[in-house]
């Protein structure tokens, strides 16, 4: 079995110009849907919480314990800091080239990448709820670390990050702007099933070859692999990916230079989110650092021809941000693995299906 470079995704990207959903998505309002077609069976509604740098935090009960999760939507796997499984009296086990990862069979190597070394070992969930959504036992990859602080919410620790596997069980709807989360039954209806009315947006649910979530969208008329969240506020595109296919990098004429919170500079350059029933004007995306050096760019995909790293999977070179989520309404239809987009707001939020 050929080796698969993967990486867990940190803060990612950055990138310019204007934005829109790829020309292959498909636009339609709510009203066209014939009436009762589509009848969505609501599972869990889910109170979020929003950092001020853009995580989104997602509470959960892991081996009967309330907990919290991190939503980074670019990785496949589910991923636990080594202090919340030993706090959690979670076992630990090697990652073997036959280890069965999240809640589906799928044969990975050893040796996942990270930022700070390789991931070789697992833990077993041996329970896993979202509300009254249960998702029975899971393998979740362990962050080293058994001195890593955990930072508590209501009394209760954040032990990881969940994985994008989750959005192939069961329907989600990302509902940021009103700080919740929404769990449908997978719909097997192939009509779309948002129930907003409106305008909205339709793109196809893509997955690598490890399972990480992404789709395509257009950046400046250029096709791109991207991701929902980083855990950053801001859009943001590899800078080295920004500079290949798109002419400017963080020292180029018009990038906004600031400092926030005591971190380290960062760059930003303008961009707009146009699409049915979208309306993003002036958003400003963050340049990140680069990753081409190590997974290297290519024009591939099964989507049609899109920007994308070459050797590496689960991660993107380019992701929207918790912000700019804020200002849409998105459902992920796992059955038909395709997600749909609208524009929200906290004011004009129709409520769910009972």
């Given at each position: 079995?050929?080796?698969?470079?993967?990486?867990?995704?940190?803060?990612v990207i950055?990138?310019?110009?204007?934005?829109?959903?790829?020309?292959?998505?498909?636009?339609?309002?709510?009203?066209?849907?014939?009436?009762?077609?589509?009848?969505?069976?609501?599972?869990?509604e889910?109170q979020?919480?929003?950092?001020?740098?853009?995580?989104?935090?997602?509470p959960?009960?892991?081996?009967?314990?309330d907990?919290?999760?991190?939503?980074?939507?670019?990785?496949?796997?589910?991923?636990v800091?080594?202090?919340?499984?030993?706090?959690?009296g979670l076992?630990?086990?090697?990652?073997?080239?036959r280890?069965?990862l999240?809640?589906?069979?799928?044969?990975?190597?050893?040796?996942?990448?990270?930022?700070?070394?390789?991931?070789?070992?697992?833990?077993?969930?041996?329970?896993?709820?979202?509300?009254?959504?249960?998702?029975?036992a899971?393998?979740?990859?362990?962050?080293?670390?058994?001195?890593?602080?955990?930072?508590?919410?209501?009394?209760?620790?954040v032990?990881?990050?969940?994985?994008?596997q989750?959005?192939?069980?069961?329907?989600?709807?990302?509902?940021?702007?009103?700080?919740?989360?929404?769990?449908?039954?997978?719909?097997?209806?192939?009509?779309?099933?948002?129930?907003?009315?409106g305008?909205?947006t339709?793109?196809?649910?893509?997955?690598d070859?490890?399972?990480?979530?992404?789709f395509?969208?257009?950046?400046?008329?250029?096709?791109?692999?991207t991701?929902?969240l980083s855990?950053?506020?801001?859009?943001?595109?590899?800078?080295?990916?920004?500079?290949?296919?798109?002419?400017?990098?963080?020292?180029?004429?018009?990038?906004?230079?600031?400092?926030?919170n005591?971190?380290?500079?960062?760059?930003?350059?303008?961009?707009?989110?146009?699409?049915?029933?979208?309306?993003?004007?002036?958003?400003r995306?963050?340049?990140?650092?680069?990753?081409?050096?190590?997974?290297?760019?290519?024009?591939?995909?099964?989507?049609?021809?899109?920007?994308?790293y070459?050797?590496?999977d689960?991660?993107v070179?380019?992701?929207?941000?918790?912000?700019?989520?804020?200002?849409?309404?998105?459902?992920?239809?796992?059955k038909?693995?395709?997600?749909y987009?609208?524009?929200?707001?906290?004011?004009?939020?129709?409520a769910?299906?009972p």
């Amino acid at each position: 079995m050929s080796r698969i470079k993967t990486l867990i995704p940190a803060s990612v990207i950055a990138a310019a110009g204007c934005l829109m959903f790829a020309a292959v998505a498909s636009v339609a309002t709510a009203a066209e849907q014939a009436p009762g077609k589509c009848s969505l069976q609501l599972a869990a509604e889910l109170q979020v919480r929003i950092s001020a740098s853009g995580a989104v935090v997602v509470p959960a009960k892991v081996a009967g314990q309330d907990v919290w999760l991190f939503l980074g939507s670019n990785g496949a796997f589910p991923l636990v800091y080594e202090s919340a499984a030993n706090q959690l009296g979670l076992e630990h086990k090697a990652i073997t080239e036959r280890t069965q990862l999240g809640s589906r069979t799928r044969r990975v190597e050893s040796g996942l990448s990270s930022a700070n070394g390789t991931l070789d070992q697992k833990v077993s969930l041996p329970s896993f709820l979202l509300g009254r959504v249960s998702l029975g036992a899971w393998q979740a990859v362990l962050l080293p670390g058994a001195d890593r602080p955990l930072i508590q919410i209501d009394g209760h620790p954040v032990i990881g990050i969940m994985g994008t596997q989750i959005f192939r069980l069961i329907d989600a709807e990302l509902d940021l702007a009103n700080n919740r989360i929404r769990l449908f039954k997978a719909t097997e209806c192939p009509e779309a099933p948002v129930y907003w009315g409106g305008e909205y947006t339709e793109t196809r649910m893509l997955f690598d070859r490890v399972g990480a979530m992404h789709f395509v969208m257009e950046l400046d008329g250029r096709k791109i692999d991207t991701g929902l969240l980083s855990g950053i506020t801001t859009p943001s595109i590899d800078e080295g990916i920004a500079k290949r296919y798109f002419g400017f990098d963080s020292q180029s004429p018009g990038v906004i230079r600031e400092a926030g919170n005591g971190q380290e500079q960062s760059s930003y350059f303008a961009m707009s989110l146009t699409a049915a029933g979208l309306n993003v004007s002036n958003t400003r995306v963050r340049i990140s650092d680069s990753r081409t050096t190590r997974c290297g760019s290519t024009l591939a995909g099964d989507a049609g021809e899109s920007i994308q790293y070459a050797t590496c999977d689960n991660t993107v070179p380019f992701t929207l941000g918790t912000g700019l989520l804020q200002k849409l309404r998105i459902y992920i239809a796992a059955k038909q693995e395709k997600i749909y987009f609208t524009s929200s707001t906290p004011a004009a939020s129709p409520a769910p299906p009972p």
